[in-house]
């Protein structure tokens, strides 16, 4: 079975780097399925899950950044990345509701924007833990 | 001459000094490999970003951008970056010393600048002065995480992009060696060199959905990115002038500790000399 090397890199160092049969994940016009062999692309990312299908899937939660694809070699940048066992449920849960309180309370645009992105990002980790 | 007591206060104190002096300089050098550790795990994306957006920003003609574009300067930003805490040797003087030189050089009114301080040291010299700061950040921890800074980095990214300001100057320290750390002011904003190196990788991209789009997601990234890379770099500087400072204030002390106890052992010697004479002249008085 043809393997692609995946590489996922945040500023706060790399988080997997490893050898996957196919990357499926969620950019920006809409779901993207990544095999071995595909010709270079650089498309987005949406605040999503990355599925990494193999010998040991893999789940990953990014918030935004884009993916950059090779024909042997996916590499995702994204501002932040975690693994299921990474992250912190609780952290989660509380952005979550703060989120949700401040998306209640009316603001200007600029932070009711804000408020639905980190709604996004909270929502984004709880369902990779809980689907892991 | 200071007497005994006085001059054994003095060695005392100074011992002391250079105790905590070498502490510090120990928790430097540990705090120093640990932020070189943290820059190069942040090299991989940085080097990344840079191929990605080169190779699109250097493909075509119609990769236009509004942060690729030259505009009129009606308004610099200076973002400087310096430490919270003094004992740092040159470290925060050199690089505002620099800053205010620029600023006196090149701006005639507030209007025409604005900065934006990382550090304690950087927002407190520019409060002094009152000249304008249009955001700032403090108490950053020694090994910063994205997630710290990445309010500062977007919302800096914005107000270019919204067009407060027109240009973004960096100013740091940067580090080359533990000993060596260089001032450095560099333009960030916009991203004009970008466009003219030309690309080194070949590979032409799909873009999905379009190149436009991609520039408008992937260019705040990058600049975001090189701010943090400047952190990472004027933190390592950071620890590593903090440790020449206190490497030489330790060697300073061990100087002043030797010509005190020099100092010390004299005055113990006349007094013992003065002692004898003392005592011989009171015997040969009684002869």
Redesign the interface.
């Known amino acids: 079975m043809n393997t692609l090397t995946v590489?996922v890199?945040?500023?706060?160092?790399?988080v997997l780097e490893n050898s996957f049969e196919m990357v499926s994940c969620k950019?920006?016009?809409g779901e993207?399925g990544i095999l071995p062999g595909h010709?270079?692309?650089?498309?987005?990312l949406s605040i999503s899950s990355v599925r990494l299908k193999g010998e040991n899937p893999q789940r990953i939660a990014v918030s935004?950044?884009?993916l950059?694809v090779?024909p042997d070699k996916v590499?995702i940048?994204a501002?932040?990345a975690e693994r299921p066992d990474d992250i912190d449920v609780k952290r989660a849960r509380a952005a979550k509701e703060r989120a949700e309180r401040r998306l209640q309370a009316k603001q200007d645009e600029i932070d009711f924007r804000r408020a639905e992105l980190a709604l996004k990002r909270a929502l984004n980790r709880i369902e990779v833990v809980e689907n892991r | 001459m200071a007497s005994l007591r006085d001059i054994k206060t003095r060695i005392t104190s100074t011992q002391k000094t250079k105790q905590i002096t070498k502490a510090m300089h120990m928790v430097s050098a540990s705090k120093l490999s640990k932020a070189e550790d943290f820059a190069k795990a942040f090299d991989p994306y940085s080097n990344k970003i840079k191929e990605v957006v080169t190779s699109i920003a250097g493909s075509g003609q119609d990769a236009e951008h509004p942060m690729l574009q030259k505009r009129e300067v009606k308004k610099t930003a200076y973002f400087v970056i310096t430490s919270d805490r003094g004992l740092a040797g040159p470290f925060n003087s050199g690089i505002l010393r620099d800053v205010y030189r620029t600023i006196q050089e090149k701006h005639q009114s507030k209007d025409e600048y604005a900065v934006i301080a990382v550090g304690k040291m950087a927002s407190n010299f520019f409060k002094k002065r009152n000249m304008p700061i249009l955001n700032e950040i403090t108490g950053l921890s020694d090994q910063p995480n994205f997630a710290d800074i990445k309010d500062l980095t977007s919302e800096t990214v914005q107000l270019f992009i919204d067009g407060e300001i027109d240009e973004l100057i960096i100013c740091y320290n940067h580090f080359i060696s533990a000993i060596t750390q260089e001032v450095t002011s560099k333009k960030l904003l916009p991203l004009t060199e970008l466009a003219n190196e030309s690309s080194s990788s070949t590979s032409a991209y799909e873009y999905e959905p379009n190149q436009q789009e991609i520039l408008n997601v992937l260019l705040p990234q990058y600049a975001e990115s090189l701010i943090f890379g400047a952190l990472l770099d004027s933190k390592a500087s950071e620890h590593a002038s903090r440790m020449t400072a206190m490497k030489s204030a330790t060697d300073n002390a061990d100087d002043l500790i030797d010509d005190l106890s020099l100092q010390y052992n004299r005055a113990r010697q006349a007094a013992i000399t003065q002692e004898i004479t003392e005592i011989v002249g009171g015997a040969a008085a009684l002869e």
């Not at chain 1, 890199?9 to 790399?14: A, E, K, R, S």
């Not at chain 1, 010709?39 to 987005?44: G, M, N, T």
Request: hydrophobic content about 35%; glycine content about 12%; proline content about 15%.
């Open positions: 590489s890199v945040t500023p706060d160092g790399p950019a920006e016009s993207l010709i270079p692309l650089v498309a987005p935004g950044g884009f950059e090779r590499t940048l501002q932040s």
